[in-house]
């Protein structure tokens, strides 16, 4: 089945550890997406990528770092500079980085800082 | 400013009312694209319809259909014959053509519970 997956589903973390939350697509989509969720505030962009190699930070990028070595792949590192991590992170991606494609989305990671 | 703005927080209805989501978006673009994504509470949000701005037909699939009217900038969406089913987290989204990124703007979203 084509799709995407993220892992793990629950994250916990010590405050001042980095974190990295993994999403993995195999629908051959160039363009994926990092978002955060939090209660009442609707889904955030963190980071998107529409090529392998080149991303572009979205509007709350600090404290945060991506990688897109691979087209399926798109992890997202949560470091230690980000000062309120706690959230739900969802990934997604689309057919190509344009306005009209529709994206499609992982299941989500549920990361809690203690 | 906010791009989307989904004004219910929640909403309550009855199982088999009818219920009407409300969406307003703000662009200068004339080039745009809206959507609607439905957040069941597994966490997982699923593409529900895209419309462009060029095109204002009303769509109707099943039990749900979309009013789109440019003149109040609104993309509403109505539940038509609810079921529990439906209770879930509802986000508008809007997607500029200029903007090369490909970002889109969610709303705050209408969380929807029908009750049986």
């Known amino acids: 089945d084509g799709g995407i997956t993220q892992s793990p589903k629950y994250l916990f973390r010590k405050e001042g550890q980095n974190v990295t939350l993994s999403c993995e697509q195999n629908?051959?989509?160039?363009?994926m997406y990092w978002y955060r969720q939090d209660p009442g505030q609707g889904l955030r962009l963190i980071y998107y990528?529409?090529?392998?190699?080149?991303?572009q930070k979205g509007d709350i990028a600090e404290g945060y770092s991506v990688s897109r070595e691979k087209k399926e792949s798109f992890p997202l590192t949560v470091t230690s500079a980000q000062k309120n991590p706690t959230a739900f992170y969802l990934c997604?991606?689309?057919?190509?980085?344009?306005?009209?494609?529709?994206?499609?989305f992982g299941p989500g990671t549920r990361l809690t800082v203690l | 400013a906010q791009k989307v703005t989904q004004a219910q927080t929640e909403i309550s209805v009855v199982e088999k009312e009818d219920v009407t989501l409300d969406c307003v978006y703000e662009?200068?673009?004339?080039?745009?694209?809206l959507f609607w994504y439905k957040q069941p509470p597994s966490g997982e949000l699923v593409f529900l319809i895209r419309?462009?701005?060029?095109?204002?037909q009303n769509e109707i699939s099943g039990r749900y259909s979309w009013n789109f009217q440019k003149s109040t900038s609104s993309f509403n969406f109505t539940i038509t014959a609810s079921q529990v089913v439906d209770s879930a987290v509802y986000f508008c989204?809007?997607?500029?053509?200029?903007?090369?990124?490909?970002?889109?703007?969610f709303g705050t979203g209408t969380s929807l519970t029908v009750i049986p």
């Open positions: 629908l051959n989509h160039d363009a």
């Open positions: 419309r462009n701005s060029f095109d204002e």
């Open positions: 990528s529409q090529i392998v190699n080149d991303f």
């Open positions: 997604a991606s689309s057919v190509q980085g344009l306005s009209y494609n529709e994206q499609f």
């Open positions: 662009t200068r673009d004339t080039t745009y694209y």
């Open positions: 989204a809007l997607s500029e053509a200029s903007d090369t990124g490909n970002q889109f703007y």
